[in-house]
Nanobody
Framework: QVRLVESGGGLVQAGGSLRLSCVVS????????MEWYRQTPGKQRELVAM???????NYAAPLRGRCTISRDNARNKLYLQMGSLKPEDTAVYYC????????WGQGTQVFVSS
């Protein structure tokens, strides 16, 4: 069974940084295009960043220029390095297998205080 487990969330002040991690099991990680999404209560889940199996990256507008998505295929891990964080970045951040509508992690909560 495919599992995605996110970690690294927490409380950070505005302007600070966090690195989120997602460990992937039950599937050959190196074959996957992966994404980070985020969701705030009352809002739709929104794409943050994407990385292909080959390492090419794309970023959605809200965090473009303030985050870097990366992967470590040897460790089956996906990362999202975020900086210059704003209170509006407060959300639950989710790991996602791009090709699947159903393969999600449980999410990790990020709080950005003002």
């Amino acid at each position: 069974q495919v599992r995605l487990v996110e970690s690294g969330g927490g409380l950070v002040q505005a302007g600070g940084s966090l690195r989120l991690s997602c460990v992937v099991s039950g599937i050959i990680f190196e074959n996957l295009d992966m994404e980070w999404y985020r969701q705030t209560p009352g809002k739709q889940r929104e794409l943050v960043a994407m990385i292909t199996s080959g390492g090419s990256t794309n970023y959605a507008a809200p965090l473009r220029g303030r985050c870097t998505i990366s992967r470590d295929n040897a460790r089956n891990k996906l990362y999202l390095q975020m900086g210059s964080l704003k209170p509006e970045d407060t959300a639950v951040y989710y790991c996602h297998v791009r090709s699947s509508l159903t393969i999600w992690g449980q999410g990790t909560q990020v709080f950005v205080s003002s």
